[in-house]
T-cell receptor
Framework: DVKVTQSSRYLVKRTGEKVFLECVQD?????MFWYRQDPGLGLRLIYF???????EKGDIPEGYSVSREKKERFSLILESASTNQTSMYLC?????????????FGSGTRLTVV | GQNIDQPTEMTATEGAIVQINCTYQ??????LFWYQQHAGEAPTFLSY??LDGLEEKGRFSSFLSRSKGYSYLLLKELQMKDSASYLC??????????WGAGTKLIIKP
């Protein structure tokens, strides 16, 4: 089974801190995604990557950046955390050739910014 | 713009049948997914439809009508463990997934 691992399940950070959320997948998937999920809004795409060193902005990239130095790891960075970034963050991966198999998600990181 | 609509919340009784609808308006269509998400957990894949018709998988079935921009997820013989949110998502012409806000399904004994 594909496994997508997010480094933290719960995180509390202070306003202004730089925050790193890590995501690792073990099935050699080309595509990786970062979403945030808020009640009533569904999943919103922050950034995605189709290959190493490659990144594309999603629908809500402001206040975030990403890094993909290795195929299996995709990091989300909050440059200066703000309270409106309190949310559930979900990482996902998928193979490029088998997109119809859908995405596999990590268990999520619930981030609270105080 | 791109839009996916599904009911916010539904309630059903254990042992019964429930149908969760999803309507979509997207730029292009390369398939529709249904995911299940239990509270506090990650979404898990349920089904994928790209052709019109009904796909059955055990107690769960998914239907698609591309001409109507419509899909439904049918859950039979409901169990308490089916209490979860059900997410509809469409793969658009750029192979990007567009997500609905999800339907919270509450199962009562």
């Amino acid at each position: 089974d594909v496994k997508v691992t997010q480094s933290s399940r719960y995180l509390v950070k202070r306003t202004g801190e730089k925050v790193f959320l890590e995501c690792v997948q073990d099935m050699d998937h080309e595509n990786m995604f970062w979403y945030r999920q808020d009640p009533g809004l569904g999943l919103r795409l922050i950034y995605f990557s189709y290959d190493v060193k490659m990144k594309e902005k999603g629908d809500i990239p402001e206040g975030y950046s990403v890094s993909r130095e290795k195929k299996e790891r995709f990091s989300l960075i909050l440059e200066s955390a703000s309270t409106n970034q309190t949310s559930m963050y979900l990482c996902a991966s998928s193979p490029s050739a088998l997109i119809t198999y859908g995405y596999t998600f990590g268990s999520g990181t619930r981030l609270t910014v105080v | 713009g791109q839009n996916i609509d599904q009911p916010t919340e539904m309630t059903a009784t254990e042992g019964a049948i429930v149908q969760i609808n999803c309507t979509y308006q997207t730029s292009g269509f390369n398939g529709l997914f249904w995911y299940q998400q239990h509270a506090g957990e990650a979404p898990t894949f349920l089904s994928y439809n790209v052709l019109d018709g009904l796909e059955e998988k055990g107690r769960f079935s998914s239907f698609l009508s591309r001409s109507k921009g419509y899909s439904y997820l049918l859950l039979k013989e409901l169990q308490m463990k089916d209490s979860a949110s059900y997410l509809c998502a469409v793969l658009d012409s750029n192979y990007q997934l567009i997500w609905g806000a999800g339907t919270k399904l509450i199962i009562k004994p």
